[in-house]
């Protein structure tokens, strides 16, 4: 029985491709544990240490670069914003709920919402105090380092200028003793006059560098201030979006909205009913646009912003919409030209001219073309449907989505189209006189002989294809304001707020696990068409 | 019993050679195999004995002469004429079961797909690999693969079976199992059978007749060789009989001599130029000396005129 | 042609070919007569006299013309020989009844008697029916035990070995150095058992091949001491023979060299003769027959001859020559 399990195990760590994980299993069961533990060692210890290694070494020299942003986050300040950015998302998505909510559910929560308020408030109020207090110690510290080094530099500075202001008051006077034949002299005179020019950029260096030198005290952290600061924000933070929640759950609720509208109209419907004459047409526009409005509100729902899951999400399915639409393309194209010559010698100018092209000159012209399509995109038929379709709804397919999606396909068909065209071609001539001794049509011969025998390399290709897809959507959302990774990055960047390069490097590796994910989830196709039982993972 | 069944006649394989004529690699095979008979194929590497083989198969392209099965020239390949190669080529995306029914479909278009099963199992168990039905090509030994192309071949129901150095490259135990497999299913399904093989010793335990090829460039067949073995064979009484060792001697001896004689095959040639003078030959029925089992008086060569 | 016996030489015991006869058919188609005939002195006791006959398909020359094929018995016996205990008794053990084929007739029965106990061997090769190869019919190998062991088995194609060598050029074929050759493909064998020297004849009537007769002989024993192979060549406006292959043992080698550059006018020597006649010719007194080479037949001590010619449609193509 446990062999069995064993066997599964194993079975299962081979087809997902996930090696490393072998030793460990067979060092559970005992085999060869010398054996198991030096692998272990090799394979997972080390990359962990590496990558530890790698912490440090970032959390070492991150803050010792100054940027306009602010300093290079630290892995420390980086996971921070990760969670921040979390925190966003769950927020958001109680307010959606909170929109939603109706009934009893709906009274209970508000209930607990305006509890926590209550006890936020004497949390607000300590946190302020302990600001407070620490920006005391703060200027108290100041005082001791600034203030002086402030002083040193002003005394420099002035001493600076005095001496300046005496050397040319002696200068004025040497000048006025020489005569207009004294060259001598005025050579002299101008080598001094240089020389104390020379003199006063020194000066001014030096009381230059004190200036700085008080400017980063000024600037210097203090983590006393920093954390109770920080505290502060976090309790602000929360109180707003209780308030919020609260809001949400009371006069923003739907439910209550609905409610809302439906007196209105009720009470409009009541007065039509007893007017007359021409009182009546007024009315009856109110009591259209009433019904109208009260109808929309309904159906309603809470007008959400993009946070980053909801962006990944997005991301991820563009992508997928471009690798399925160049795959479409790239494997029957590349069937035809790995079957006959002549149709890949005339596909090979196309190919080689417009695989080297960047995303970033496709991406403006599929803007282009693609605008052209929807001339007025928020009422086109196409993207009303796709807005209103169950799940993919929310995704709000924009032509922006499907130029991106394009993009992608354009530039990661070729690895697929490559591989194909040469897995159809170099079919084993041996399985091929399999074919001509069977005399197989050449449909059988096709289906039954040469497109399997040249799936491992067709997978292959659209291993590669995916990996290079997900590197351009990325760069093609940015461009196009596609909401997405590529658009979050980009609002960081333009932003400029204090968390925003944290934010920046919380995106490189989100991007960087999820085309992992991809490339893992592709292995495993592959192995699974592959019939030699092998297959480079790199 | 058709002693005609292959006729190989004047079979000739050039090569274009870029630099000067064409490279005849067989120039002038001329070879009868009856029905049902075994033909073993030797002789030096190089030789040709494939190119022989794959222009049977009709895998291969014939410059001149002609093949003729059972009446009628052969066009190109088909189940008809089956082969067994020396690396089994399965297609290794399909388990063993459906490496055979793939031909099986072909030749019995209008059976049932539950017959179709049966007639797969049914070779499959004729081979040895009753119980290795749903394994796929890289889940079996070499002998395993080899036996499976060995079933795959033979459901064809060809009328020929062609095998070209078909153990090769298994060691010698599962050579003589696989010898004793395929000779249990020629004895079953009496097919004609020509069979290339490097191992003398297996040519004379799976042959009636050894065709012994000479030396490249312009080969052809340079003496045949009767073994007098009654079927179905038993290993062991071959072994013990008085003529084994001589048959094997005559074999060796052939093949050391056009060790010898590969570079100077072409100075030995019998030039024997053709000429117009001389009408062509004819053949004719049946003439038997008292006690022998043969003759029939054969058509001479075109001969010149002295000068 | 002389029906006297003449002296014998120490190497003419040593001959396989112990006694030649040549039977033509009577008129009226009936059977044959015997027209030549040659024996080592000793023999004719036991040996049919000039003017016999064998009528209806009698006897091994009979059966030969009744059923038009080459025939070799490996054993004489009483069915093919009415004096098969003489014979025996003289040392014969073994004979060939090779048939001449003219204008689609049998034209002459070719009888050779053959010495048992020797180390030669003759052969007799024919097509086999549904194949492309030439194979034996029957042989005697004296004592060559071993070599006669595997021969029955192989086959030759046209072009290989001896007998397809004779297939695929239809003349009579002189091979020496047999355990060397390249040519002959038993030389294995040859080389084994001591075989020096190959002779074949094809026997061919209008354009098929009815058989290939193939001599082997060693140093010890031979069929013949001298074999000859004759064309005919155009020198000038006529036609003449020239030889074109040749062996001979080292005791006749003067005859070897002499005839060399030789022409034959038709009716010249022996081989003239059986040009002109169109049947085999024998003789036990060589040096009258061969009056061109008269001193060097006496000085090699050569005194009996044999010549057989090949025709092919019908046309006088080589003869074959043997002497002993």
Known sequence: ?538 | ?307 | MAEDMTAVTESQTMQMIAAAEVWTPLDGDSGIQLAQAIATPGLNAALPAVGETLLGGEGLAGQAWAREIPLLVDRIATEDFANADALLESGITAAAALPMYDHGRVSAVLLLYLRGGVRAAIELWAGRSGQHELGMVCSYYGDLERFGNISPYVNFPMGSGLPGKVWQTGRPQVMEGLAQSSEFLRSTGAENEGLTTGFGLPLIRGLELRGVLLTLDSQVTSAAQVYEVWEPTMAGQAAAMCRRQAASSKESSRFARASEALKLQPGEGLVGQAWASRRPELTNELAIAESGRASVVEADGLSFGLAIPVLIADEVRAVAMLAW
């Open chain 1, 1 to 538: 029985m446990l062999t069995k399990l064993k066997h599964l195990l194993l079975k299962i760590i081979d087809l997902t491709a996930l090696g490393f994980l072998e030793p460990i299993v067979r060092l559970c069961y005992g085999e060869e544990p010398g054996t198991q533990v030096k692998k272990i060692g090799q394979f997972m210890m080390v990359p962990v240490l590496v990558f530890l290694l790698f912490i440090m070494v970032w959390s070492a020299f991150a803050p010792r670069h100054k940027t306009k942003s602010g300093e290079v986050p630290t892995p420390a300040v980086t996971f921070d914003s990760y969670r921040s950015i979390m925190t966003f998302h769950g927020r958001e998505g109680d307010k959606e709920r909170a929109y939603l909510a109706t009934g009893d559910a709906r009274e209970k929560w508000l209930a607990e919402a305006e509890a926590r308020l209550e006890e936020l408030k004497p949390l607000r109020a300590e946190a302020e105090a302990a600001v407070e207090e620490a920006e005391a110690a703060h200027q108290g510290a100041l005082t001791a380092t600034y203030d002086p080094a402030l002083a040193e530099y002003n005394e420099a500075r002035q001493a600076a200028m005095e001496e300046s202001k005496q050397r040319i008051a002696k200068l004025k006077v040497r000048a006025e003793g020489i005569a207009a034949d004294d060259s001598a002299a005025k050579g002299e005179l101008l080598a001094v006059y240089r020389a104390h020019t020379a003199q006063t950029a020194n000066a001014k260096s030096d009381y230059q560098k004190l200036k700085q030198q008080a400017d980063a005290i000024l600037k210097a952290k203090f983590p006393q201030l920093a954390a109770a600061r920080a505290r502060l924000t976090r309790i602000a933070e929360e109180e707003q979006y209780l308030k919020q929640l609260v809001k949400m759950l009371s006069g923003g609720n739907r439910e209550a909205r609905v409610a809302d509208g439906q007196t209105k109209l009720d009470a409009l419907r009541a007065q039509y009913a007893g007017a007359e004459g021409a009182a009546l047409f007024p009315l009856a526009k109110s009591i259209n646009s009433a019904e109208s409005r009260l109808a929309r509100t309904a159906e309603s729902a809470y007008a959400k912003p993009w946070t980053l899951p909801m962006q990944i999400i997005r991301s991820v399915y563009c992508v997928f919409v471009g690798f399925f639409m160049g795959s479409v393309i790239a494997i029957p194209i590349g069937v035809l030209c790995g079957l006959s010559r002549t149709f890949m010698a005339a596909m090979t100018p196309f190919i080689a001219l417009f695989k080297p092209v960047s995303p970033i000159v496709w991406l403006p012209i599929f803007l282009i073309v693609i605008g052209g399509f929807f001339p007025d995109p928020d009422k086109h038929w196409f993207f009303t449907t796709l807005w209103n379709a169950p799940l993919i709804g929310w995704l709000k397919i924009n032509p922006a989505f499907l130029a991106s999606a394009a993009t992608v396909a354009m530039c990661s068909l070729w690895a697929t189209m490559v591989n194909t065209a040469l897995g159809v071609a170099s079919v084993d001539k041996d399985h091929i006189n399999v074919a001509r001794v069977l005399r197989l049509g050449f449909w059988p011969r096709l289906f039954k002989i040469v497109l399997p025998s040249a799936l491992p390399l067709v997978f292959a290709g659209l291993r590669i294809s995916l990996g290079v897809g997900w590197m351009v959507l990325i760069a093609a959302e940015l461009l196009a304001s596609s909401e997405g990774l590529g658009k979050f990055v980009w609002d960081q960047f333009n932003n400029g707020a204090s968390d925003s390069f944290a934010k920046m490097v919380v995106v490189v590796f989100v991007v960087g696990i999820i085309g992992l994910l991809l490339d893992r989830i592709m292995i495993v196709f592959q192995r699974a068409v592959s019939f030699e039982g092998s297959v480079a993972t790199v």
């Open chain 2, 1 to 307: 019993m058709n002693k005609r069944y292959v006729e190989i006649v004047n079979l000739v394989k050039a090569y274009p050679n870029p630099v000067g004529d064409p490279i005849r690699v067989v120039d002038g095979f001329n070879l009868n195999i009856a029905e049902g008979e075994v033909i073993g194929v030797i002789g030096h590497s190089g030789c040709g004995k494939s190119t022989v083989l794959t222009m049977t198969a009709g895998l291969n392209e014939i410059t001149n002469g002609n093949i003729v099965v059972d009446g009628k020239e052969i066009d190109g390949p088909g189940p008809d004429r089956a082969v067994v190669f020396q690396a089994p080529c399965l297609l290794p995306w399909m388990t063993a079961a459906q490496n055979v029914m793939l031909g099986v479909k072909r030749v019995y278009p209008h059976a049932t797909k539950r017959q179709r099963k049966d007639i797969v199992a049914y070779y499959l168990s004729l081979v040895g690999l009753a119980d290795a039905m749903d394994k796929r090509p890289r889940e079996m030994s070499g002998g395993m693969q080899q036996r499976v192309g060995i079933a795959r071949a033979i459901a064809l129901k060809p009328k020929m079976l062609l095998l070209d150095e078909p153990f090769g490259r298994l060691d010698s135990l599962t050579r003589m199992d696989l010898q004793d497999v395929i000779l249990d299913i020629l004895d079953r399904e009496k097919l004609t059978t020509m069979v290339i093989t490097h191992d003398v010793d297996e040519a004379i335990y799976m042959s009636d007749r050894i065709c012994m090829m000479t030396n490249g460039p312009r080969a052809r067949v340079g003496q045949v060789l009767d073994i007098p073995f009654e079927r179905p064979r038993d290993r062991k009484a071959v072994l013990a009989h008085d003529l084994y060792y001589d048959l094997r001697g005559c074999l060796i001896d052939f093949l050391e001599k056009f060790e010898k004689k590969k570079h100077t095959d072409q100075a030995e040639e019998i030039a024997a130029p053709r000429s117009a003078k001389e009408p062509p030959i004819s053949t004719r029925g049946d003439v038997s000396a008292r006690d022998a089992t043969l003759t029939n008086p054969l058509t001479l060569a075109v001969v010149s005129p002295m000068a």
